[in-house]
């Protein structure tokens, strides 16, 4: 019998701001690997709930929600990616801190987790996939032959969420950001499910004072050591 060989899948996980987004967009393209941003799923469930009048404290309608979302992925033409929630396009409802906040809220419901489970495991397809999260290597993807826990201090998170709004336009204060930021670690780290922690066998990459470079590096070089590449 031949056997059919596993589909590999590196795990990005960590706090906000740590920079895995870019890390794992990164990786993705380098590999021509899948990308799966588990964060905007749940930033799309909170939006949902939003538009369809759902309350957040309502666990039951809110993991309706997230059975029945209907979301789709695209690219744009300066390779950005799209996200719509029943055709509509919500790509810049779902990056404002008050969504970062409402997936947050919505993030910490079991049920919702439950929910999002098997959308986010069918994201794994041939050639590979890297998967962007919180609980990628804990819990979606467990067997994953490399997963990496990236992280970086509070202060230096916030100083990064600040200089990306401040280019955006947005008005902001940093000791407000910070603030979120506290807030939401301790949110995501304290939930009864699936809270934030690195997996037994990641790899723990602190990028504070590092750029964007130096991490890429240190990525390719673990990834390179486990013969992904
Ligand atoms: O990565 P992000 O900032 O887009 O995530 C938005 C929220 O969703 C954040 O509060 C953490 C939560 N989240 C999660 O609980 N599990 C994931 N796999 C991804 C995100």
Request: net charge negative; hydrophobic share 45%.
């Given at each position: 019998m031949t056997e059919v060989p596993a589909v590999p899948v590196i795990t990005v996980d960590g706090p906000s701001g740590a920079g895995k987004g870019t890390v794992s967009h990164l990786l993705a393209a380098e590999l021509g690997w899948h990308f799966l941003d588990s964060g905007a799923l749940y930033r799309v469930t909170g939006q949902a709930c939003l538009?369809?009048?759902?309350?957040?404290?309502?666990?039951?309608?809110v993991a309706d929600i997230a059975r029945e979302l209907d979301v789709s992925f695209s690219a744009a033409d300066n390779g950005e990616v799209l996200v719509a929630y029943k055709g509509q396009d919500i790509s810049a409802d779902i990056r404002t801190e008050e969504g970062g906040r409402a997936a947050s809220r919505v993030a910490a419901i079991p049920a919702v987790r439950d929910a999002l489970l098997a959308r986010q495991r069918d994201f794994l397809r041939p050639p590979g996939l890297v998967a962007d999260g919180r609980d990628m290597g804990?819990?979606?993807?467990?067997?994953?032959?490399?997963?990496?826990?990236?992280?970086?201090?509070?202060?230096?998170?916030?100083?990064?969420?600040?200089?990306q709004l401040i280019a955006k336009g947005e008005s902001v204060s940093?000791?407000?950001?910070?603030?979120?930021?506290?807030?939401?670690?301790?949110?995501d780290s304290s939930r009864e499910?699936?809270?934030?922690e690195p997996a037994e066998d990641a790899v723990i990459i602190d990028s504070t004072g590092a750029d964007i470079d130096q991490v890429f590096a240190r990525v390719?070089?673990?990834?390179?050591?486990t013969g992904l590449a």
């Amino acid at each position: 019998m031949t056997e059919v060989p596993a589909v590999p899948v590196i795990t990005v996980d960590g706090p906000s701001g740590a920079g895995k987004g870019t890390v794992s967009h990164l990786l993705a393209a380098e590999l021509g690997w899948h990308f799966l941003d588990s964060g905007a799923l749940y930033r799309v469930t909170g939006q949902a709930c939003l538009i369809e009048g759902v309350d957040l404290d309502h666990h039951a309608a809110v993991a309706d929600i997230a059975r029945e979302l209907d979301v789709s992925f695209s690219a744009a033409d300066n390779g950005e990616v799209l996200v719509a929630y029943k055709g509509q396009d919500i790509s810049a409802d779902i990056r404002t801190e008050e969504g970062g906040r409402a997936a947050s809220r919505v993030a910490a419901i079991p049920a919702v987790r439950d929910a999002l489970l098997a959308r986010q495991r069918d994201f794994l397809r041939p050639p590979g996939l890297v998967a962007d999260g919180r609980d990628m290597g804990t819990v979606v993807f467990p067997d994953a032959p490399l997963k990496l826990f990236l992280t970086a201090s509070a202060e230096e998170r916030a100083e990064r969420r600040y200089k990306q709004l401040i280019a955006k336009g947005e008005s902001v204060s940093l000791a407000r950001l910070l603030q979120d930021i506290r807030e939401r670690d301790a949110r995501d780290s304290s939930r009864e499910v699936a809270p934030l922690e690195p997996a037994e066998d990641a790899v723990i990459i602190d990028s504070t004072g590092a750029d964007i470079d130096q991490v890429f590096a240190r990525v390719m070089a673990e990834v390179v050591r486990t013969g992904l590449a």
